[in-house]
């Protein structure tokens, strides 16, 4: 895909993709909760007709790569296009109808499940990823998504909303907000910042491994972005941690996300990216698949691991 190709792209289509509704229309402008930031009232204004965008809360706006920017934290072109590349299987033409939207939501009959389904847990093996483990951090969703029936893995967050996965389907049951695993008792030291839930799972399945008695894993907190947009809303909550541990991802967004906490926490922040360099992500690094170094930029930090692993 090129940039030209990228522009064709109803803007509307694509935040649908990622699971962003509008909540009303005027004329050939649909409004939303932005999708950069927190907000109560809808700022974000998508004109339909020019297929730009504009965010009245931070002033700014412009074409689908200007909004992906945004999104992901990144100017590299390159990069930004395959991040809309690996959305377009999800991207659908929508319509609204704003006179239905407050009994008929996006995501209809939404019911909530124990995680159970053999294609579910199949999916999460096919990305190696221990179903034991995943089984209470997650939940099985079935609900009607634009006339269809669904199911899928859901991950909740702390809003109420939930990330969506399954085989076939990537999306997330507004609204959309970061996830925050809390171990019972205090002090409250150590917190793992993770860019989505498949990092997380895999992360935890690399420390079953080599910790089978998962005692380590009860002392420290979590927490998952869900995106690299969400950063500014892990901020209060990880200003209660005395240490910081970061395991983003290894490419240009996962960078800005981590120098963005960085300057917010320095001295208290750590970079474990190099534990998995080489990789893109804790799932890659758990599957084996690890990625072109050659186009790949060194790891963030200079400081290296002193055991193999991921030793935190």
């Not at 009303?24 to 730009?52: C, D, I, M």
């Not at 996965?165 to 925050?180: L, V």
């Not at 960078?255 to 208290?268: D, I, P, Q, T």
Request: charged share 25%; aromatic share 10%.
């Amino acid at each position: 895909m090129n940039i030209q190709e990228a522009k064709q792209i109803k803007i509307a289509d694509y935040l649908q993709s990622l699971g962003y509704t509008p909540v009303k229309q005027h004329g050939n402008s649909l409004w939303y909760k932005s999708p950069l930031r927190e907000e109560a009232e809808a700022s974000f204004k998508v004109n339909t007709e020019l297929n730009r965008w504009y965010d009245f809360g931070i002033g700014t706006g412009g074409n689908i790569i200007a909004l992906a920017q945004e999104l992901y934290s990144s100017d590299h072109v390159p990069y930004l296009l395959r991040k809309i590349v690996e959305q377009t299987p999800h991207i659908r033409p929508v319509s609204f109808s704003f006179r239905q939207q407050a009994s008929e939501p996006c995501f209809q009959h939404l019911e909530v499940r124990e995680l159970a389904h053999p294609a579910l847990l199949r999916y999460l093996q096919e990305r190696g990823i221990n179903t034991a483990l995943a089984k209470p951090e997650c939940k099985e969703l079935h609900f009607i998504h634009n006339g269809k029936p669904y199911f899928a893995i859901g991950f909740p967050n702390v809003a109420g909303g939930y990330e969506v996965r399954n085989e076939f389907f990537k999306g997330c049951i507004a609204p959309k907000d970061i996830s925050y695993i809390r171990q019972p008792g205090e002090p409250r030291e150590k917190c793992l910042v993770f860019e989505g839930m498949t990092d997380y799972l895999s992360f935890l399945t690399l420390r079953m491994r080599n910790c089978p008695t998962m005692s380590n894993l009860d002392r420290q907190d979590y927490v998952i972005l869900n995106s690299v947009a969400n950063v500014s809303r892990a901020i209060d909550v990880l200003h209660g941690y005395e240490r910081i541990h970061c395991l983003l991802d290894n490419d240009e967004a996962g960078r800005k996300a981590y120098h963005n906490l960085e300057v917010e926490f320095a001295g208290r922040i750590r970079d474990f990216s190099h534990n998995y360099h080489g990789y893109k992500d804790q799932n890659d690094y758990l599957c084996g698949k690890r990625q072109n170094l050659a186009v790949n930029p060194p790891p963030r930090t200079i400081v290296k691991p002193k055991k193999k692993g991921l030793g935190l």
